[in-house]
C-alpha cells in the first residue's frame, strides 16, 4: 500500500531537517536556510491532492499555516471585524476552516454571529466541533465543486492559492459569489509574491491572478506584511 506523507512545520534558522516514514526509511532531507522558514517534506512521486494533504497536515496536530497566527492573523481578524459590523453581518460562512483559530477568535468579538465553517479535512472538522460553541458549526466539504452554503457573509482565506487547478480555482471563486448576501472577504496572494519567490512555491501552493465574475464589485486593501497578499472586499453591482 502506498502512504502519501506530507509535513509543512517552521524551522528554525539554519536547521537541518531529515524526514522519515513510518518504516524509518528517509524520505528527503533540507535546510530551512539563512532566515528560518517553511519547510515542506513529500515523497517527490506523489501529486498533490488538496484534501490528503490537509488531511494529514491535522492529523499531525499542525496548524493551518502562518498565516492563521500571529500579526497577520491579528490584523485580518481585525479587519473582517470591522467588515461584519459595517454590513450588520448575522449569520457568516467561512470555506476553509482549517485548525479553526479564526473561528473561535472572531467568536470573542462578534458572539452573535452564526458561524458555519466547512473544511475539506475530516480531522480538523473533527477537533473544531469537539470544541465548538453553540452558536458554531463545522462540517466537511468540497468548495472547490458545486456547494450551497448561504449566508450574509462568506470568508475564503488563504485558500485559493492553495487549488491545485485552475478549475478549483475558479469553483471556489463562483461558490463564494453565490453564496454570500451581503459581502464576501478573500485573501489570496497578489501579483508581488511571484517576484518575491521567484516563481517558486512549496508544491501545494500556486499563485493565479484574482479576477471578480460578472456582478461584483471587488475592493482591495494591500496587507501591511509579508508574504505578498491582499485582502478583497466583495459585493454586488447595482
Known amino acids: ?29 533540507g535546510s530551512s536556510g539563512a ?10 512521486s506523489e501529486e498533490y491532492k488538496e484534501r490528503t494533504f490537509w488531511e494529514d497536515n491535522y492529523r499531525r496536530g499542525l496548524s493551518s499555516g502562518y498565516g492563521s497566527r500571529g500579526d497577520e492573523a491579528t490584523w485580518k481578524l481585525a479587519e473582517i471585524t470591522r467588515i461584519a459590523r459595517e454590513f450588520k453581518v448575522e449569520s457568516l460562512t467561512d ?18 454571529i452564526r458561524y458555519r465553517g466547512i473544511d475539506i479535512a475530516p480531522t480538523a472538522v473533527q477537533a473544531n466541533t469537539a470544541r465548538a460553541l ?5 462540517e466537511v466539504g468540497d468548495f472547490g465543486r ?47 509574491i511571484v517576484s518575491q519567490y521567484g516563481g517558486k512555491f512549496d508544491h501545494h501552493c500556486f499563485y493565479r491572478p484574482f479576477k471578480a465574475p460578472p456582478g461584483i464589485k471587488a475592493t482591495t486593501l494591500v496587507l501591511p506584511m509579508e508574504p505578498a497578499k491582499e485582502l478583497i472586499l466583495l459585493t454586488r453591482e447595482g
Open 35 to 44: 532566515h528560518g522558514g517553511i519547510v515542506t517534506v513529500r515523497k517527490e
Open 95 to 112: 470555506f476553509g476552516s482549517g485548525d479553526g483559530h479564526l473561528a473561535f477568535a472572531l467568536n470573542e468579538v462578534l458572539p452573535a
Open 146 to 192: 458545486e456547494f450551497e452554503a448561504p449566508a450574509d457573509m462568506v470568508l475564503c482565506i488563504d485558500v485559493l492559492f492553495h487549488q491545485a487547478t485552475q478549475e478549483r480555482h475558479d469553483a471556489v471563486i463562483a461558490n463564494v459569489c453565490k453564496n454570500f448576501r451581503k459581502v464576501a472577504v478573500i485573501v489570496v496572494w497578489n501579483e508581488k
Open 1 to 29: 500500500n502506498t502512504v502519501d506523507v506530507y509535513l509543512s512545520f517552521f524551522a528554525p534558522l539554519g536547521n537541518i531537517v531529515a524526514i522519515t516514514d513510518w518504516d524509518g526509511k528517509q524520505l528527503r532531507s
Open 134 to 138: 453553540p452558536n458554531q458549526t463545522f
